[in-house]
C-alpha cells in the first residue's frame, strides 16, 4: 500500500495524559499536513511541513500540541496534557509542492481520540 | 462569517437521481476548488479538482466553478447507493500550503 499510514487509528486515553500519533506519507511526497476534524464538520488545519522545515501553524494548534518532522520523512504529532475537547479523528495527508494536479493532497485514514 | 459555506444536510435521494451540491465561500483569493467524498469514520478522498472557473467532468461526477459569483457545485448523475457519503467541498489559494474545508454534505442514496 503506497498511501498515507497513520497510527494509531484508534486511541482512547485518559484527560491528562500525553498521546503522540505517527504519519508517514506517501513515497516522495515532501509536503505533509495535519488537520482535526470533529464530528459533523470539514477538517481544519493544524499545521504543515515541507521537508523538514514546519512552514505554518494554525492558531488551533495550542501550546499542548507539537508536531515533528525530523528527517523529512514520516511526522509525529503529540498532544500533552490532553482535554476532553481534543477528541476528535487526527488527518494527515501529503502532497508534492507546486502547482495543480502535482500539489494534489492526499489523506490517510485518520487517527481518532477519545479523551475520557 | 465562514470563509467556505456548506449546508450540512443530510441529503437523501432515489437511486438514479441527479444530486446537486453547493459550497459558497467569500475569499477571492481562492484559486483551486476540490470536491472530496468521506464515507463513515475514514479520510477525505480526492474526487474532483477544478483550477478557476469553469466546468469539469469526469465520468458521472461534473464540477462547476463560478468565480464571480463565489459558487461551487458538484453533479452526480445517477446516483447510486455507492455515492452514501459525506461530500465536503475545499478550497485554497496559490499562496496558502494548506486547504479550507466546508462543513460536509451528507448525501444518502436510497435503492
Known amino acids: 500500500d503506497t498511501g498515507v499510514s497513520q497510527n494509531p487509528r484508534h486511541k482512547i486515553t485518559k484527560r491528562g495524559q500525553n498521546v503522540t500519533f505517527r504519519c508517514d506519507p506517501i513515497s516522495e511526497h515532501n509536503r505533509l499536513y495535519w488537520y482535526r476534524q470533529t464530528l459533523g464538520q470539514g477538517p481544519e488545519f493544524l499545521t504543515y511541513f515541507q521537508n523538514e522545515a514546519q512552514l505554518e501553524k494554525s492558531r488551533l494548534l495550542s501550546d499542548r500540541f507539537s508536531a515533528e518532522r525530523p528527517k523529512g520523512s514520516f511526522s509525529t504529532l503529540e498532544i500533552q496534557r490532553t482535554e476532553q475537547g481534543d477528541s476528535a479523528m487526527y488527518l494527515c495527508?501529503?502532497?508534492?509542492?507546486?502547482?495543480?494536479?502535482?500539489?494534489?493532497?492526499?489523506f490517510g485514514e485518520g487517527s481518532w481520540l477519545t479523551v475520557v | 462569517q465562514k470563509e467556505v459555506e456548506q449546508d450540512p444536510g443530510p441529503l437523501s435521494v432515489p437511486e438514479g437521481a441527479i444530486v446537486s451540491l453547493n459550497c459558497t465561500y467569500s475569499?477571492?483569493?481562492?484559486?483551486?476548488f476540490m470536491w472530496y467524498r468521506q464515507y463513515s469514520r475514514k479520510g477525505p478522498e480526492l474526487l474532483m479538482y477544478t483550477y478557476s472557473s469553469g466546468n469539469k467532468e469526469d465520468g458521472r461526477f461534473t464540477a462547476q466553478v463560478d468565480k464571480s459569483s463565489k459558487y461551487i457545485s458538484l453533479f452526480i448523475r445517477d446516483s447510486q447507493p455507492s455515492d452514501s457519503a459525506t461530500y465536503l467541498c475545499?478550497?485554497?489559494?496559490?499562496?496558502?500550503?494548506?486547504?479550507?474545508f466546508g462543513k460536509g454534505t451528507k448525501l444518502s442514496v436510497k435503492p
Open positions: 495527508a501529503s502532497s508534492l509542492p507546486g502547482a495543480i494536479p502535482g500539489n494534489t493532497i492526499y
Open positions: 475569499n477571492s483569493a481562492f484559486q483551486y
Open positions: 475545499a478550497m485554497m489559494s496559490g499562496s496558502q500550503g494548506n486547504l479550507i
